[in-house]
């Protein structure tokens, strides 16, 4: 049991991509394990949560008995960095869907916002944290925040819409900072808590 | 790691697509020939669906030509699940994959199990925004098909059979040749490439990072949720399951046990209790009693 463990929701998804990019942003200093039993998550200090499809990871942490507990550690102040899927599964509220969802973070967003597939897209992201500053955004059948409750702050906006936002110990962005080369997101995301 | 190699010279609508295959991993696609086995899919965990006309087991057992599904049915699968939906075209048949781009699926196979419709050449999927998955069965076809533009290889295993041992073999040849290439001096890597018939710039890539440039799932012969954990554990990113599910007794448990090995593929303990009464496995055919002209392995060029 490591104070400073980063754990990876390994249920579905680019997570090894997410464990390459916490690699590259601490030059593999950082202590990382894939969580995919309730025991994994009460082994970590802050959680990643990666893309790839938001049903699925909702639907096996109610299967395999995480569901309550993440929702708890995330109350409690757990840090928490969520990409695409994991945005939705983080929201409060998802247009048009009665899915699963941890309901800990106070934005509507709206599922595959953008279109399908061939809608996906790169763009350059500016956000408001100097160490990071403009990067690219991968969008791939990218969510859109729609809605922002008060207690949300907004680090970067694409085209007039949120696109990465905080609300205390929860940082989610509607993009891959994990597809980039270098890992300026995480190197700040592992600094920052 | 910044070296100049072949995947860090593509378009960046490749590495989308390739971003969205990233997306896939660690999950079951599970094949589909209706909007109604697509939602028993997705509410199993399926992390996409595949749109076929006929599941390869009824291909095999009905024979004639195997082609593109019906337009109609995967509008009406996209609308019935929020998941990806992928579906398959011909090998070589580009006007398939043109109408099945203007559809807006997320992903095509250029499947082998479907009849092929050139005897030669496949798609030259560069010229796609769509992202395409292929099957190989070794190292040369995958890196040939990545040259082509797949944004995705699996292996093929032998569709419609229910048994796993071609998917074994043909997981295991691609991750042989990729341990050997990267044990060659670089002055051998030309008459490698020649020899896998595989573009040289790729094997390059392939020797130096010991991996292929994009996510490698396994297909071909998944009916079991031990059979998706042995993919897993030989180095698949994810399961794809084609027969498996809807040819079984009981395709919700069955296709709901197989996304639970998925993740717990290291975990046998796991396995044990999700292994369990999951009703008849789909009858499936044995590897030996099938003719070398029977196999749809083969097909692909």
């Given at each position: 049991?490591?104070?400073?463990?980063?754990?990876?929701?390994?249920?579905?998804?680019?997570?090894?991509?997410?464990?390459?990019?916490?690699?590259?942003?601490?030059?593999?200093?950082?202590?990382?394990?894939?969580?995919?039993?309730?025991?994994?998550?009460?082994?970590?200090?802050?959680?990643?949560?990666?893309?790839?499809?938001?049903?699925?990871?909702?639907?096996?942490?109610?299967?395999?008995?995480?569901?309550?507990?993440?929702?708890?550690?995330?109350?409690?102040?757990?840090?928490?960095?969520?990409?695409?899927?994991?945005?939705?599964?983080?929201?409060?509220?998802?247009?048009?869907?009665?899915?699963?969802?941890?309901?800990?973070?106070?934005?509507?967003?709206?599922?595959?916002?953008?279109?399908?597939?061939?809608?996906?897209?790169?763009?350059?992201?500016?956000?408001?944290?100097?160490?990071?500053?403009?990067?690219?955004?991968?969008?791939?059948?990218?969510?859109?925040?729609?809605?922002?409750?008060?207690?949300?702050?907004?680090?970067?906006?694409?085209?007039?819409?949120?696109?990465?936002?905080?609300?205390?110990?929860?940082?989610?962005?509607?993009?891959?900072?994990?597809?980039?080369?270098?890992?300026?997101?995480?190197?700040?995301?592992?600094?920052?808590? | 790691?910044?070296?100049?190699?072949?995947?860090?010279?593509?378009?960046?609508?490749?590495?989308?697509?390739?971003?969205?295959?990233?997306?896939?991993?660690?999950?079951?696609?599970?094949?589909v020939t209706n909007a109604a086995q697509a939602k028993i899919a997705e509410k199993a965990g399926a992390c996409a669906v595949m749109a076929l006309e006929r599941v390869p087991a009824d291909i095999r057992a009905q024979g004639g030509v195997a082609r593109m599904s019906d337009p109609k049915i995967i509008k009406e699968i996209q609308d019935a699940v929020s998941i990806p939906v992928m579906a398959k075209c011909r090998i070589g048949h580009f006007v398939e994959a043109q109408i099945l781009e203007a559809l807006g699926v997320d992903f095509i196979d250029e499947s082998e199990v479907l009849t092929p419709a050139d005897d030669r050449f496949h798609v030259y999927k560069h010229n796609f925004k769509v992202p395409f998955v292929c099957g190989c069965r070794d190292l040369g076809e995958a890196l040939r098909r990545i040259g082509e533009g797949a944004a995705m290889i699996r292996t093929k295993g032998e569709a419609?059979?229910?048994?796993?041992?071609?998917?074994?073999?043909?997981?295991?040849?691609?991750?042989?040749?990729?341990?050997?290439?990267?044990?060659?001096?670089?002055?051998?890597?030309?008459?490698?490439?020649?020899?896998?018939?595989?573009?040289?710039?790729?094997?390059?890539?392939?020797?130096?990072?010991?991996?292929?440039?994009?996510?490698?799932?396994?297909?071909?012969?998944?009916?079991?949720?031990?059979?998706?954990?042995?993919?897993?554990?030989?180095?698949?990113?994810?399961?794809?399951?084609?027969?498996?599910?809807?040819?079984?007794?009981?395709?919700?448990?069955?296709?709901?046990?197989?996304?639970?090995?998925?993740?717990?593929?290291?975990?046998?303990?796991?396995?044990?209790?999700?292994?369990?009464?999951?009703?008849?496995?789909?009858?499936?055919?044995?590897?030996?009693?099938?003719?070398?002209?029977?196999?749809?392995?083969?097909?692909?060029?």
């Amino acid at each position: 049991m490591s104070s400073s463990r980063i754990g990876v929701l390994a249920l579905q998804g680019d997570y090894e991509a997410h464990l390459k990019a916490l690699a590259r942003a601490s030059e593999n200093a950082v202590e990382t394990i894939e969580v995919r039993r309730p025991a994994d998550l009460e082994s970590i200090a802050a959680l990643i949560i990666p893309g790839g499809e938001s049903t699925v990871m909702g639907m096996l942490l109610e299967r395999f008995g995480m569901f309550e507990l993440l929702k708890s550690r995330i109350a409690n102040g757990m840090p928490v960095f969520a990409t695409c899927a994991g945005i939705i599964l983080l929201a409060k509220n998802i247009e048009a869907s009665e899915q699963t969802r941890l309901g800990v973070l106070d934005v509507t967003v709206r599922r595959n916002a953008y279109g399908r597939q061939v809608d996906s897209f790169h763009a350059p992201v500016q956000t408001t944290i100097p160490e990071i500053g403009t990067i690219d955004g991968v969008f791939i059948r990218a969510p859109k925040i729609i809605a922002l409750g008060p207690g949300v702050e907004v680090l970067a906006v694409y085209q007039g819409d949120p696109v990465m936002v905080r609300q205390g110990n929860i940082v989610a962005a509607t993009f891959h900072p994990e597809l980039l080369p270098g890992a300026p997101v995480h190197r700040w995301f592992i600094q920052s808590f | 790691m910044e070296q100049n190699f072949w995947s860090s010279r593509q378009s960046e609508q490749w590495r989308i697509k390739v971003g969205l295959a990233e997306m896939l991993k660690g999950g079951v696609i599970m094949d589909v020939t209706n909007a109604a086995q697509a939602k028993i899919a997705e509410k199993a965990g399926a992390c996409a669906v595949m749109a076929l006309e006929r599941v390869p087991a009824d291909i095999r057992a009905q024979g004639g030509v195997a082609r593109m599904s019906d337009p109609k049915i995967i509008k009406e699968i996209q609308d019935a699940v929020s998941i990806p939906v992928m579906a398959k075209c011909r090998i070589g048949h580009f006007v398939e994959a043109q109408i099945l781009e203007a559809l807006g699926v997320d992903f095509i196979d250029e499947s082998e199990v479907l009849t092929p419709a050139d005897d030669r050449f496949h798609v030259y999927k560069h010229n796609f925004k769509v992202p395409f998955v292929c099957g190989c069965r070794d190292l040369g076809e995958a890196l040939r098909r990545i040259g082509e533009g797949a944004a995705m290889i699996r292996t093929k295993g032998e569709a419609g059979t229910g048994d796993i041992i071609e998917a074994v073999r043909h997981m295991r040849t691609v991750r042989d040749e990729i341990a050997r290439l990267t044990r060659l001096p670089d002055e051998e890597l030309m008459t490698a490439a020649k020899e896998l018939g595989a573009p040289f710039e790729l094997v390059w890539e392939v020797a130096k990072t010991g991996k292929l440039p994009v996510p490698n799932f396994s297909a071909g012969g998944v009916a079991t949720p031990a059979d998706a954990a042995l993919m897993m554990q030989l180095g698949a990113e994810s399961v794809f399951v084609g027969s498996g599910i809807f040819k079984s007794g009981n395709p919700e448990r069955r296709a709901t046990a197989i996304v639970s090995a998925v993740v717990h593929y290291k975990d046998p303990k796991i396995l044990a209790e999700i292994s369990e009464d999951l009703g008849e496995p789909m009858v499936g055919i044995g590897l030996d009693e099938l003719n070398e002209n029977q196999r749809i392995a083969g097909r692909g060029w």
